[in-house]
């Protein structure tokens, strides 16, 4: 193994074949989580594609490896490599040469073990995995052989270069076989189980849009959710993304403009509180319904949430509502007054809420509301079309430190930011948000005028039917 | 609603300066138990306005809370458990707030604080 140099040391990351742009990102947040500080160093194996899904990264200590391994939703598992190689001979002369040390204390009499053929991109018969686990009788193995819950795992892993097929990431270069065969010991992988566990498909209250279970981990990861934590979702609808950072252990809050989905839901069983007792989890310690252009906070409250995580309207499945209905929409500058005899009953109107709008009003609460080190996990639209303008919303108090694109049709995509509360809000950004907010909202009826673009980009037919030839390799598909 | 809710709160109608601490009406209270976690409570005590928060407390029947807190307190369990208590096991399932400002009423229904506001409060 290379790189003998700095803390720590290489681990295998296997990583599974979704997602690909969240793999390492999450890799990262975990790592920052269990308290490794810095960037992490990652390398691939030579000639691989970008997608391909076997990355080393270096890490400060095994027990480090199997804490992301475990907590993580995308590594199929990490490995402590005894060898690697492009021919079943390099794999076994580095098996052999890895120091014996190290491997002694998984050979001995007591250990049970069994090995695990695994092939990327190519099926390969019993028999054959029989003959490749029986290759490796070189190894000393003193140990008995059990298949149900060995003490140790080892992984036979090969790729197969030469054929692009079945989602295979083609090499970088053509020309070059990309194959690599890895032998390793297994340190930790993902538990999906959260997967099957927090479907959707099982879940009692759903909406339109309700988080899929797995990017929902996937955001808590990103916003280091850990017990005692306090996370708050500004557009909670049925709460989907605070059931999972309720199961990693925060205190949520949520806020919704609708509500009839947050108090009533469907019935007395069937609603946000239902969705978290239904797998035994704290319910959320505050509800309310409230306009995130209109915020219900008190002005001087600042820092209270360790995590902000959400999924903005962003009028593509579900539109964005905001405070003020009637009398933007008639264009009346003159205050629109409820009759004294009617505001009892009175159920306010609401207007269209723009991207733009919607996403400055939610920076701008994160920037109050996040600790300093805090973080603020969202989804963001971005358009696919040639030339697309697609800028990423940016604010004087946060770092952006990833974001993940997920494509979800020929026309758009969607993008999951990370961004790090780096600096104090100051009043002087206060002021300057309320300068915003007033321009958005004299400026309503132009906006909405010149159309979300984004909606009218997935919706409006564009003439010419798209002809483009979709690959068998699906990157950012998967 | 629990009380630590009600301490995040105010009153946002345009021009209301002082819409905070929001008056509570009781119609209907509720006891439901939450786990204690002292990590939790002194992470949330620095961030809680205190004197909203005892004066809330007492309308909602817990008297047993300080007038004047400091950060000491949180290394005495028995506080902590009163304070624990107070902010996130006491709810108000049924009732109002109430702008101290303009007297406008916030419905709270099934514990949950509807703060949206009417089209002239914007």
Known sequence: MGGEHGAGSWYLCYFLHRLLDYRIPEVESLAKLFGCSGKLQWRQAPNHHPDSPFYFVRLPSEDMARSIAKRSVLVKAIFEIWGEGSTYEELRAAVEAFPEEKKRPYLGTEVTFKIIVDTFGKVISSEEQIKLINSFDFIPFQGRVQLRDPKEKFWFMETDGRVINNGMPAPLEPSVDGTRLFFGREIGGADRSLVTKYALSTRKYLGPTAMDAEIACLMSNQALVDTGKFVYDPFVGTGSILVAAAHYGALTMGADIDLRVIRDGRGPDCNVWSNFKQYDLPPPVGLVRADNNARPWRPNLREVFDAIICDPPYGIRAGGRKSGGRKLLKGIIDPYIIPDDKRKEHIPSTAAYILEECVHDLLDMAAQLLVTGGRLVFFYPLSREEGADNKLPDHPCFQLLSSSEQILSTKYSRCLLTMEKTSEYTDDLAARAQETHLEFKKNHAKLLDAKDKLRSLVFTPSGEVLQRVIPKYRGKYV | ?122
């Open chain 2, 1 to 122: 609603m629990r009380l630590l809710t009600h301490n995040m709160l105010s009153c946002n109608i345009k021009g209301v300066s002082k819409g905070f601490p929001l008056g509570i009406e009781v119609a209907k209270l509720e006891t439901k138990t939450v786990e204690f976690n002292p990590q939790f409570l002194r992470h949330s005590f620095p961030k809680i306005e205190w004197k909203a928060f005892q004066e809330a407390a007492k309308t909602l029947g817990v008297n047993d809370l300080p007038e004047q807190v400091e950060p000491s307190m949180l290394d005495d369990d028995d506080f902590l458990r009163r304070f624990h208590h107070a902010l996130l096991e006491i709810h108000l399932e049924e009732g109002d707030l109430v702008c101290p400002e303009t007297g406008r009423k916030f419905p709270v229904a099934k514990g949950i604080p509807n703060m949206l506001l009417n089209e002239d409060e914007v």
